[in-house]
T-cell receptor
């Protein structure tokens, strides 16, 4: 059974630092992996989608990588800002139109 | 951009009431999903639908039902609301091709008193 793990559950870093969020999954047979952002009390906003054949995707200050063989993905945030404070979730698609979510990393950027 | 609209941001209902949560998407997506999100438990799939009038149970369907009479609309129904159904409910949609991601609505925070 596919399991998705995000460690740490919470992270605080000073403004301006670069940071990496981690996501690991147990079964490498995935179709794609998606990173989401969730602000308190709100829905999920898609940040980046990486297909199984890709190694990375970039959007602005965000870069997501995928290593299927090791069952890992990272989300790199450059030059962090207080507005980046949110919960970040990763989710893997199994190809049957369902996805499995991690429980998220709650990120706090200290001004 | 795809939009997934959930009709209510906040709802307060009484125990035993029948509750309807509505979700509408505007990009002709085949797949639609209902999740609930609770602290420490993450997102859990309640029901999903691959097409009009089709529905499939997710991981926690007990106490819920769904309706999909039109492609763009997917409704979650709590037949008799209970306090343990107090939660954040999230609707999502995706196209039928697996290589495209999900788009989520803004969520409905339901409190059952």
């Amino acid at each position: 059974k596919q399991e998705v793990t995000q460690i740490p559950a919470a992270l605080s870093v000073p403004e301006g630092e670069n940071l990496v969020l981690n996501c690991s999954f147990t079964d490498s047979a995935i179709y794609n992996l998606q990173w989401f952002r969730q602000d308190p009390g709100k829905g999920l906003t898609s940040l980046l989608l990486i297909q199984s054949s890709q190694r990375e995707q970039t959007s602005g200050r965000l870069n997501a990588s995928l290593d299927k063989s090791s069952g890992r993905s990272t989300l790199y945030i450059a030059a962090s800002q207080p507005g980046d404070s949110a919960t970040y979730l990763c989710a893997v698609s199994l190809g049957d139109d369902k996805i499995i979510f991690g429980k998220g990393t709650r990120l706090h950027i200290l001004p | 951009d795809v939009k997934v609209t959930q009709s209510s941001r906040y709802l307060v209902k009484r125990t035993g009431e029948k509750v309807f949560l509505e979700c509408v998407q505007d990009m002709d997506h085949e797949n639609m999903f209902w999740y609930r999100q609770d602290p420490g438990l993450g997102l859990r799939l309640i029901y999903f639908s691959y097409d009009v009038k089709m529905k499939e149970k997710g991981d926690i369907p007990e106490g819920y039902s769904v309706s999909r009479e039109k492609k763009e609309r997917f409704s979650l129904i709590l037949e008799s609301a209970s306090t343990n159904q107090t939660s954040m409910y999230l609707c999502a949609s995706s196209p039928s091709v697996s290589n495209y991601g999900y788009t989520f609505g803004s969520g409905t925070r339901l409190t059952v008193v």
